[in-house]
């Protein structure tokens, strides 16, 4: 598949919220949890910017009512914000800031930092609750707000919702007297903490000398520690998107536009790609022929290289309903069990934290490793599969490619007003095309998280049945959706 194709497949999956075509007419609380939830999404806090709900007064409440929840005990709070390179970032840190001072919390800032240095310096430095300033993958016009516990885990669903609460109620007699008030301070080396803690997740004794690789930071948080890692390591080091301006990132380059990344690699004749998107807490990789590898493999990959070496935990990894049945079978096949969730690393962390298992990922390339660190981390992800390379002493094409995915195929229709997948007919087209693949694939439908789409996906052994199944019932969707809005 054209990396351009496999683009939009990757990154569509971020909004699929299901289990299995069945569940997404079925799933008890679900629909009274979204209702009560009017802010955060399954990542946070996400809209376009200076817009509502992405706008300074928006976080300045934020602030208020976390840092209240967070509140604990008599010592002094802090809190440790970070965030992307996002024109917004200068507008949304500020109101962070005062808000979270006006609760009584002191504020440490790090600057443009990735996602999982914010989770992994929460902790490190005993803050009571930790937050990025991102939209992840999106255009810089967006914006986003992630919260981290003092474990440096992403907060659940119920104390989300506590926030939500307690930002819709008068605060103005719980903010902190004039005496409590917060105070702000920067950390200068936030960064080479960051990347300390990086390059000793690196198996000892090991090094990149003689690789060449590039690095897309996608003008995004990795910008700066994520070529200083690799490079420290040894590796020649090709550094791409790494002049942010505000405005550019994830524009034509990072994780959303991994074509770049693999022409970059053609170019500079290098034996491997990393493409980051723009908080670095997810990658993607380009073997030394400009092939994409997406997280699958790289998550089948790590899985079978810890399990030889015993560093695998809980006899198993946790993927996402979306990841490919062919890893689930290459996975079976030497004795690894597949837990799978619904769509978000959140989720896929949860879910990790219970079985006690130290891998899981995503197909659309986060991948959590919680060994060294407690969400998405793409620097460290890509430095587990360049350690196997050193080891191995093979090119990344023979290396990262580890099973053989079965035909998959994901479309999504968008609609207005009522949800069509509430329509009989939709009901009976999904029931129809469940007995078409016949118990030999799978079958997912659901409604976007972020925009009115439903996703539609299929998988079978069968490519021209995938496409069948998927085209069809898309088309009965879009019908379905025309014949309502009263469009011929």
């Not at 810089?140 to 939500?164: A, Y």
């Not at 936030?190 to 996608?218: H, Q, T």
């Not at 993607?284 to 399990?307: F, H, N, P, T, V």
């Not at 769509?343 to 896929?348: A, Q």
Request: contains cysteine; proline residues 4%; negative net charge.
């Amino acid at each position: 598949m054209a990396p351009t194709a496999r683009r939009s497949e990757l990154h569509a999956q971020d909004d699929i919220r299901s289990a299995t075509a069945t569940d997404c007419y079925n799933q008890p609380g679900t629909e009274a949890m979204n209702q009560a939830r009017r802010l955060f999404g399954t990542d946070g806090i996400r809209g376009k910017a200076n817009a509502d709900p992405m706008n300074a007064a928006m976080a300045l409440q934020l602030g208020h009512a976390a840092g209240l929840l967070f509140r604990n005990g008599s010592h002094r709070h802090r809190v440790l914000i970070g965030k992307d390179t996002r024109l917004s970032g200068y507008l949304i840190e500020p109101a962070l800031t005062a808000g979270f001072i006006g609760a009584g919390m002191d504020v440490t800032l790090v600057g443009p930092l990735p996602t999982p240095a914010i989770a992994m310096l929460t902790r490190s430095l005993r803050a009571d609750i930790g937050v990025m300033i991102s939209a992840s993958h999106n255009p810089f016009e967006d914006n986003g707000i992630k919260l981290f516990g003092p474990d440096g885990f992403k907060l659940s669903d119920e104390t989300e919702m506590q926030i939500e609460a307690l930002m819709a109620s008068d605060l103005s007699a719980k903010l902190a007297a004039p005496r409590e008030l917060g105070r702000a301070n920067r950390l200068e080396d936030a960064g080479g903490r960051y990347i300390e803690a990086a390059k000793a997740s690196f198996p000892r004794g090991l090094r990149l000398d003689g690789l060449k690789i590039v690095v897309d930071c996608a003008n995004g948080a990795g910008y700066r520690v994520a070529p200083a890692v690799l490079w420290e390591l040894g590796a020649t080091v090709i550094k791409v998107g790494v002049e942010p301006d505000g405005f550019n990132i994830n524009k034509g380059c990072g994780s959303t536009v991994p074509e770049y990344l693999c022409a970059q690699v053609l170019e500079h004749g290098a034996h491997l790609g990393i493409a980051l998107d723009g908080d670095a807490d997810r990658m993607l990789l380009s073997d030394e022929y400009g092939e994409l590898i997406d997280g699958d493999q790289i998550l089948a990959l790590i899985a079978r290289s810890w399990a030889e070496t015993g560093q695998l935990r809980g006899g198993g990894v946790v993927a996402t309903v979306m990841s490919n049945l062919g890893m689930e079978r290459f996975l079976a096949g030497r004795g690894i069990e597949l837990h799978r969730t619904k769509v978000g690393d959140r989720y896929v962390a949860e879910r990790m934290r219970e079985r006690g298992i130290n891998v899981g990922g995503e197909q659309s390339g986060h991948m959590i490793l919680s060994d060294f660190s407690t969400t998405g981390d793409g620097v460290l992800a890509a430095l587990q599969v360049l350690a196997v390379l050193v080891q191995q002493g093979r090119p990344a094409s023979e290396v990262c490619r580890v099973f053989k995915p079965l035909p998959q195929r994901l479309r999504s229709v968008r609609f207005s007003g009522i949800s069509p997948l509430r329509n009989p007919r939709v009901a009976a087209a999904v029931a129809a095309a469940e007995s078409q693949l016949n118990g030999s694939g799978r079958l997912l439908i659901r409604e976007s998280g972020t925009e009115p789409l439903i996703r539609v996906m299929a998988e079978s052994e069968d490519e021209a049945l995938v496409h069948g199944v998927v085209d069809g019932l898309c088309e009965m969707i879009a019908a379905v959706a025309r014949a309502r809005d009263g469009v011929a």
